[in-house]
């Protein structure tokens, strides 16, 4: 029995959440899929009311007892510095060593795409980023602060580790996938330390894959081939600043973060999914958010716990959902949130 721990968290979190949870409550229910699932209340609701944000005894029940997470969204406009999501989502990543980002780019209709004449062939790719160093460790500090004199320092943390066991990844699922290239992108002309590890990071590990090339490009050269022509792209790794910037363009790519889903990986370890949007405060409870991003997170998911059927399942469900306009608004589609999900959870009823 696969244990997954469910946290819909803040906003449309909580609408999206429903929806991929009546998508796993179909295989459990009616193909008799191995898992459990069990439902945690931490975001902005209970923080404000307790001032739980995630217990470490949380953190560690989920890294003893549990396969995977999911997590709706989170944000709360009545708690500004977003101390309780920093707690729940950092707090989880770093905890849980949840070191790889993964983030798959598929255009589902040519209709989605922003660019002109591009097929679903074309935008096909899968982003690795590193997920637990980088510009995002908090390193730094003020100096002289709120003085004209004052100073402002972030400082970049690269490990050989960190950075190995993310490239290996990307090349591994590339081998996995029978995929023909892996593209790191860094800006090692400016950034000259870390640029210089990822750099032979890059050239050792890729040598152990001598089937699959290795190709490098500036991380702005990279921005500017993906929107020019991002069917040559198979698989990118990159770090975690130049990441967070490349998925959100690749979000867009593929119709936008009503379907953007994500992966963060501790492989063969419990990990974490979720949808790329947030919590979208003036959306929540009006049945309006699209589920799809959740429900193809929750594929990821049963995908990593090795349930490729029902990744097929749903991944052929949504489609069915996009290309005939059973979508919300976001994407042209006139229905509402449940809607969208209840038609997903037949289409996957009706192929089971
Ligand atoms: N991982 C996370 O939980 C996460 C990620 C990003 C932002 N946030 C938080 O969410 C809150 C709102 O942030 P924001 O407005 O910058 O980003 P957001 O992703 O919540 O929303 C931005 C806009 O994108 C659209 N959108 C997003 N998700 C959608 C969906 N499922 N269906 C339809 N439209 C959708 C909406 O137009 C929305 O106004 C903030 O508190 C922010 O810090 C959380």
């Given at each position: 029995m696969f244990k997954i721990a469910i946290i819909p968290g803040d906003g449309i979190g909580i609408d999206v959440t429903k929806e991929a949870v009546k998508v796993l409550e179909v295989f459990r229910d009616k193909r008799g899929t191995p898992i459990e699932l069990n439902f945690f209340d931490y975001g902005a609701e209970k923080y404000l009311a307790t001032g739980i944000s995630m217990p470490d005894e949380q953190i560690e029940e989920f890294k003893q007892k549990y396969h995977a997470i999911f997590i709706g969204a989170l944000g709360d406009?009545?708690?500004?510095?977003?101390a309780?999501?920093?707690?729940?989502?950092?707090?989880?990543?770093f905890k849980l060593d949840l070191f790889v980002n993964y983030r798959p780019v598929r255009l589902i209709d040519p209709k989605l795409c922003p660019?002109?004449?591009?097929?679903?062939?074309?935008?096909?790719?899968?982003?690795?980023?590193?997920?637990?160093?980088?510009?995002?460790?908090?390193?730094?500090?003020h100096?002289?602060?709120?003085?004209?004199?004052?100073?402002?320092?972030?400082?970049?943390?690269?490990?050989?580790k960190g950075l190995e066991r993310t490239i290996r990844h990307a090349f591994e699922f590339a081998k996995e996938q029978g995929l023909k290239e892996v593209t790191m992108s860094d800006k090692s002309n400016a950034l000259r330390f870390e640029g210089d590890l990822w750099q032979r990071i890059f050239e050792s590990v890729g040598k152990e894959y001598p089937d699959i090339g290795s190709r490098h490009l500036f991380i702005d050269a990279l921005v500017m081939q993906l929107v020019k022509r991002p069917e040559q792209?198979?698989?990118?790794?990159?770090?975690?600043?130049?990441?967070?910037?490349?998925?959100?363009?690749?979000?867009?790519l593929q119709g936008g973060l009503g379907i953007a889903?994500?992966?963060?990986?501790?492989?063969?370890?419990v990990s974490m999914f979720e949808p790329v949007h947030g919590s979208a405060p003036k959306y929540a409870g009006k049945n309006i958010a699209n589920p799809i991003a959740a429900i193809?997170?929750?594929?990821?998911?049963?995908e990593y716990l090795g349930f490729n059927e029902e990744g097929k399942l749903i991944e052929s469900a949504v489609s069915t959902a996009i290309v005939s306009d059973k979508t919300t608004r976001d994407l042209g589609g006139n229905l509402g949130t449940k809607e969208v999900g209840d038609f997903i959870c037949e289409q996957?009823?009706?192929n089971l």
């Open positions: 406009p009545r708690i500004p510095d977003m309780h999501a920093r707690d729940i989502l950092l707090g989880t990543r660019l002109k004449d591009k097929t679903i062939e074309d935008v096909n790719f899968v982003v690795f980023r590193e997920n637990t160093e980088g510009m995002y460790v908090g390193v730094g500090g100096l002289k602060k709120y003085t004209d004199e004052e100073v402002a320092i972030q400082t970049s943390v690269n490990t050989y792209f198979q698989v990118i790794v990159t770090s975690n600043m130049f990441g967070d910037i490349v998925t959100d363009l690749g979000g867009q889903a994500s992966g963060n990986l501790s492989p063969g370890q193809l997170s929750v594929q990821l998911l049963l996957i009823s009706k």
